[in-house]
């Protein structure tokens, strides 16, 4: 996963080492899915990469991520996004609750011993600040409570009534009406020290409502014992970062909360977007300053775009690199290209995988292009397929140009010269390959090679026949 954030700020020193366990061994049943609910994406990522990573960031040398449902395919995910972090795996095979989820981390946890944070595969606005000051406080047992408008059925805060220490959690379903009442409720975020984790988890039972192991009974385990218990209470705006997603819904809340912490990210950077809301942004995606984006701009994947560009409306960029001072008109749609300094695409361009424009190449409208290299300042500016081609430098492509570089069974290429000229409504049957500075005449069909300044013609001579209309009438 690209972290930009991660590879300028190393993780911070921390008074004790700190390890993750992610819990992501649930179906999300209420995401009425074939997929895995931490599968789902928000802002282009597998949500469950996102609280791995804010882990890292925080400071963990191990992410423990306990898997069950399609362990396999979160396991790919995981290995996709974090090749060379340390995140391990550990299997759930029943989900019999929390404790039991965490319990499951155990083995592979070893016997490290530090504090270890306890975050759920479903947050992905988790903040890395909010682990950061989860860690810096100094009790053995500290989790996040928030206090939102409509508590739902997170479970509840019982606090002292003296003290206004908290006493214990109480799930929705285990707790007396007075207790539905209150109005903290836990986030779901821990932080343990190691050995009071192993200790208790020993010990827990599932004597309750739903018949599971109770990781919320930590805390009273520890406030039995005497010990006190730590909280950061969330309130407003804030409480929405750690808002897990359960349905589509929420996915959706999820979804509109990132684009709004992404966007402003790049408004602050120097980008200009005319219309924020409707600016679509994959998380890792760059762009310089000095850039407007229009509305209904996308860009998605590892897109990266320079300085003082202009992407006008409903375009859409994937795993595209775009240097400075490009243009790319309305509605161009592009894939898995590298557009250099300078470049003008669009409108209704169509770049697709492969392509490279050299600086100050040009593509207009109505132009598909795949695999295709076109040299500096080379055009296309209409109407036209270039597939398999090689483009030299200052070449003019006339409008209607097709290569044609599929047999009926295999691919082949177009090689074009620097300064050639290709006419209109030309086909290049590949492969083949037309000299630097040759042309070729407007239709023509070239299957042979054209040399280095000649000219290419096939044109069946013209008959005109005076009156022939009149007559045939
Ligand atoms: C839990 C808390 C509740 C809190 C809420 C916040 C418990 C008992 N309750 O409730 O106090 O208000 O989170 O969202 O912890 N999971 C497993 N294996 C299991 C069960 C769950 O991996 O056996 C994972 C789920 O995939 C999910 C996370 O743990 O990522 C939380 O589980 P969930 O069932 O959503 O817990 P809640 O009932 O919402
Ligand atoms: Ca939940």
Known sequence: MSTPEKNETSAPELPRPCAAIIMAAGLGTRMRSELVKVLHPVAGRPMICYPVRAALLAGATRVIVVVGHQRKQVADALEQAFPNDPVELAVQDQPLGTAHAVSCALPTLGDFVGDVLILSGDVPNLQVSLLTNLLAMPMALRFVSMLPDDAGEYGRVVRDATTSLPLRIVEFRDATPEERQLREVNAGLYCIDSTL?????????????????????????????????????????????????????????????????????????????????????????????????????????????????????????????????????????????????????????????????????????????????????????????????????????????????????????????????????????????????????????????????????????????????????
């Open 197 to 473: 984790l192993t200790e208790t988890l020993k010990t827990l039972g599932r004597d309750n409502a739903q018949g599971e192991y109770y990781l919320t009974d930590l805390v009273a385990r520890a406030s039995g014992k005497g010990m006190q218990v730590g909280t950061i209470p969330l309130k407003g705006d804030a409480a929405h970062d750690v808002l897990g997603v359960n349905d589509r819904l929420e996915l959706s809340m999820a979804e509109t909360r990132m684009q709004g912490t992404l966007r402003r990210a790049l408004m602050r950077s120097g980008v200009t977007m005319l219309c924020p809301e409707r600016t679509y942004l994959h998380d890792g995606v760059m762009v310089g300053p000095d850039t407007v984006l229009e509305p209904d701009v996308s860009l998605l994947g590892a897109t990266r775009i320079g300085a003082a560009c202009r992407i006008d409306q409903g375009s859409r960029l994937t795993d595209t690199v775009v240097g400075d001072a490009v243009s790319v008109f309305a509605y161009s749609h592009i894939d898995s290209t590298i557009i250099e300094t300078g470049c003008q695409v669009g409108p209704f361009a169509r770049l697709r995988e492969g392509t490279i424009l050299r600086e100050n190449a040009k593509v207009g409208n109505f132009v598909e292009t795949k695999k295709t290299e076109l040299g500096e300042g080379a055009k296309a500016s209409h109407l036209s397929y270039l597939g398999d081609a090689t483009i030299g430098a200052r070449a003019n492509i006339g409008a209607g140009t097709i290569t044609c570089n599929y047999d009926g069974t295999k691919k082949h290429r177009t090689v074009i010269g620097a300064g050639a000229f290709i006419g209109s409504d030309t086909q290049l049957v590949a492969p083949v390959e037309v000299g630097e500075g040759a042309y070729v005449g407007a239709g023509t069909t070239v299957c042979e090679d054209v040399p280095p300044g000649a000219l290419a013609i096939t044109r069946a001579p013209r008959r005109t026949i005076e009156g022939w209309v009149k007559r045939k009438r």
